[in-house]
C-alpha cells in the first residue's frame, strides 16, 4: 500500500514536472508578477512615507514608483539571453542594413516579458493608492484642479491630506478623490498593456504572414534549438576546461576541441526573424547549411569536410587555426568554417 502510494506521488510530481517544463516562461512571468506584487504591498505599507511636504511630496513619490519599475525592467533584460544577443547583433556595423521592421518586432518580443514586472509595480502601487496621494497632493496642478471652489488655504494645506493633518474638513476629503483617481489610473494601465500586447501579437501575425501551425512550429523549434544550443555550450565548456585542467597537472597534451570561430558565434546571434517562404528557421538553422554547401563545394571529392581538428602527418591533432600549407602560406580554417 506504501509503495502504491510512493509511486502515486512520483507520478504526480513528474506530471507537475512536466507541465512546468512545458509553460515555464508562462509560469516564471506569472511568478515574477505574484513577487513583484506582494513585494510593492510589503513596501507600500511598511517602507513607503509619504513626507506630507509640498517640496518633497511629488519626487518622493515618482522615485518609488518609478524607479524601482526601471529597475526590474533592466534586471529582466540582463537576465535573459535573447536581449543581450539583441544588443550585441545591434551594436554590429553589419548588421546595420537589417530590417527595422524586424529588428523592432524582435526588440518587443525581448522587452515584453522584462516589462511584466515594472508594469506590475507601477499597476499594483496605483490600485494601491498611497503612492499616487503623495504624488498628487504635491503637484501644483493638481491643487489647481481639486482647490477650484474650496478655501484659499486648500493648496496649502493639500500636501498634509495623504498624513490626515488637513485641518479643513473638506480639503481632507480629497483624499478620497485622490484614490478613486489612482484606481482609475491604475486599471486604465492595466487595459493599456493588455490592449497593446494584442495589438501587437495581431499585427505581429500578419507581419509574418503563413498558418498559425508553421507559426506554431517555429516558435517550437526556436524554444528547442535554444534549449539544446545552451545544454551544447555548458558540456562543451565543461570538457574543455576539464581537459585543459587534467593535461596542466599531467603534463600531457591537450586533445582536440571543435570550438566554432568568432564569425560563427556572431552569425548565429542575430536576430532572425520568421519568415514562412525561408527555407531556414533560425540563424544557427542557416549557419549550419551554408557551412555544410561551402565545405561539399570545396572538396575535391565532393565529400563532406571536418569542421574541427584536422590531423597532421603524424597522426595527431592539430587545433583550430592557422595551419600551414605545403606551399608555405597559411590556410585560415577558423574563418572559412563561416
Not at 162 to 176: F, M, S, T, W
Request: aromatic content about 8%.
Amino acid at each position: 500500500m506504501a509503495t502504491t502510494s510512493w509511486g502515486s506521488a512520483i507520478a504526480r510530481f513528474g506530471t507537475v514536472l512536466a507541465t512546468y517544463l512545458k509553460h515555464h516562461s508562462k509560469l516564471g512571468c506569472g511568478l515574477a508578477s505574484l513577487l513583484t506584487a506582494s513585494g510593492e504591498l510589503i513596501f507600500s505599507t511598511v517602507v513607503f512615507q509619504c513626507p506630507c511636504s509640498a517640496s518633497w511630496n511629488l519626487p518622493y513619490s515618482l522615485v518609488f514608483l518609478l524607479l524601482p519599475a526601471l529597475v526590474f525592467y533592466l534586471l529582466g533584460c540582463v537576465l535573459r539571453t535573447r536581449s543581450l544577443c539583441l544588443l550585441c547583433s545591434c551594436c554590429r556595423t553589419r548588421n546595420a542594413g537589417i530590417n527595422r521592421c524586424d529588428l523592432c518586432d524582435e526588440c518587443c518580443r525581448v522587452s515584453g516579458p522584462a516589462l511584466v514586472s515594472s508594469v506590475t509595480w507601477v499597476a499594483v502601487a496605483l490600485l494601491g493608492g498611497a503612492v499616487y496621494e503623495c504624488c498628487a497632493s504635491g503637484s501644483t496642478f493638481k491643487a489647481d484642479r481639486l482647490c477650484v471652489g474650496r478655501s484659499s488655504s486648500c493648496a496649502a494645506q493639500l500636501p498634509l491630506v495623504p498624513c490626515r493633518q488637513a485641518q479643513d474638513p473638506l480639503v481632507q476629503d480629497l483624499q478620497k478623490v485622490l484614490r478613486a483617481e489612482s484606481q482609475v489610473v491604475g486599471w486604465s494601465l492595466i487595459a493599456a498593456v493588455i490592449l497593446l500586447f494584442l495589438i501587437f501579437a495581431c499585427v505581429s501575425h500578419h507581419r509574418a504572414g503563413g498558418s498559425s501551425l508553421q507559426l506554431k512550429f517555429w516558435k517550437i523549434y526556436s524554444e528547442e534549438e535554444h534549449q539544446c544550443l545552451r545544454t551544447q555550450v555548458t558540456e562543451r565548456a565543461t570538457k574543455l576546461a576539464d581537459e585543459n585542467v587534467r593535461c596542466f597537472f599531467e603534463g600531457s597534451r591537450p586533445t582536440g576541441c571543435n570550438i566554432p570561430s568568432m564569425e560563427c558565434w556572431q552569425e548565429i546571434s542575430s536576430p532572425y526573424p520568421f519568415n514562412p517562404e525561408d527555407e531556414y528557421l533560425s540563424a544557427l538553422h542557416r549557419s549550419v547549411n551554408e557551412i555544410q554547401n561551402r565545405h561539399t563545394m570545396n572538396s575535391p571529392s565532393g565529400d563532406e569536410m571536418p569542421w574541427g581538428n584536422v590531423s597532421s602527418a603524424s597522426g595527431d591533432a592539430m587545433p583550430l587555426g592557422n595551419v600551414s600549407s605545403p606551399s608555405g602560406g597559411e590556410v585560415e580554417l577558423l574563418s572559412s568554417s563561416c
